[in-house]
């Protein structure tokens, strides 16, 4: 079992440069840098682990194990259209992938009441009404078909453009972009209030 | 003049909204950006735990020194198995440090009897 990149085609139109070129290279050549793209992707790559395994717990692990495997795998990439951030959710992406095979979970599980960790002096009917409206998507996101729910949880939560989807997913950025279409009229029928 | 599809344009209004802007979009495709803020507000991050965070920082540290560490212990393993090659390369270094120190007593002589270096 490996959290190793897989090799995807190249996507038809490259990606803008990268952000993190510098800092990569900086990490290549010593690899205490890596420190500071792992402050940066932190708390995104663990958004997207928590958004796709539903605890904290098992979001914890596996991004553990995606630093840990980006960290092995840093000399290997290459500035060849791709951006270190699309690298690394594809690592992030199969190590949630290992972990929902090998847990033998469901793929998506319900999501615990407040889930969240809210700041001490947030409003509670403030609190009350958001996470209403949480549950509401999370319950929509359930219903989509998984490739779907994929395109979606990158785009929303983590701000991935579709051809930065496209290299984590191994699809082309018009194939992300008819999901992300077909997803949001679906959700759009779904919570119509 | 090429048209852009219905799934580029929403992309496109996608790309706006995440970037705090307000898009300009056809009628039909509004509901659909509206089920798109909805999930951009409810969708947010769920930061880390500082623990977590400290520990894991700890734990790529070691990693670091443990990488370095195997890989003076490989090149060793992989050196100790060609014992035909360590002791080559311990003549080859006992011949250079010989030869070194040879050349530096005898440049040391010539320079403190000079004399005796023009042959007098």
């Known amino acids: 079992m490996t959290s190793e990149p897989r090799r995807v085609e190249p996507a038809a139109e490259r990606l803008p440069g990268d952000p ?3 800092a990569v290279r900086a990490a290549q050549a010593d690899r205490a840098e890596f420190a500071r793209l792992y402050r940066r992707y932190l708390d995104r790559v663990y958004t997207y682990a928590f958004y796709q395994l539903g605890d904290h717990h098992d979001a914890e692990d596996a991004t553990e194990r995606t ?3 980006a960290l092995a795998a840093l000399p290997g990439f290459r500035d060849e259209g791709s951006t270190f951030r699309a690298w690394l959710f594809r690592i992030a992406h199969n190590t949630v992938a290992n972990a ?18 809210p700041a001490p002096d947030a409003d509670p009917a403030g609190l009350v009404a958001r996470a209403d409206e949480v549950r509401e998507v999370l319950r929509a996101l359930e219903t989509l078909p998984e490739d779907r729910r994929q395109v979606v949880l990158l785009r929303f939560s983590d701000g991935l453009s ?4 496209g290299e984590v997913l191994g699809r ?9 279409h077909r997803a949001l009229r679906e959700l759009a029928t779904r919570l119509d209030r | 003049m090429t048209t852009r599809s219905t799934p580029e344009r ?4 996608v790309d706006s909204l ?9 009628p039909q495709l509004r509901p659909l950006l509206e089920a798109a803020a909805t999930l951009s507000r409810a969708l947010r991050p769920v930061p880390a735990g500082a623990r977590f965070e400290a520990q894991l920082a700890e734990r790529l540290a070691a990693g670091r020194v443990r990488r370095a560490t195997e890989g003076i212990a490989a090149f060793t393993r992989r050196e100790l198995t060609r014992p035909g090659r360590l002791l080559a390369a311990g003549a080859f270094s006992s011949v250079a440090v010989g030869a070194t120190v040879t050349a530096y007593a005898v440049w040391r002589s010539s320079r403190r009897h000079p004399h005796r270096a023009l042959g007098r």
């Open chain 1, 20 to 22: 993190d070129l510098a």
């Open chain 1, 67 to 69: 630093f840990l495997a």
């Open chain 1, 100 to 117: 929902h095979r090998t847990r033998a979970r469901r793929r998506w599980q319900p999501f615990p009441d407040g889930f969240e960790r």
């Open chain 1, 162 to 165: 579709s051809a930065e989807i």
């Open chain 1, 172 to 180: 082309s950025p018009g194939a992300v972009r008819v999901l992300l």
């Open chain 2, 10 to 13: 929403l992309d496109e209004a």
């Open chain 2, 18 to 26: 995440l970037a705090g802007e307000r898009p300009l979009i056809e």
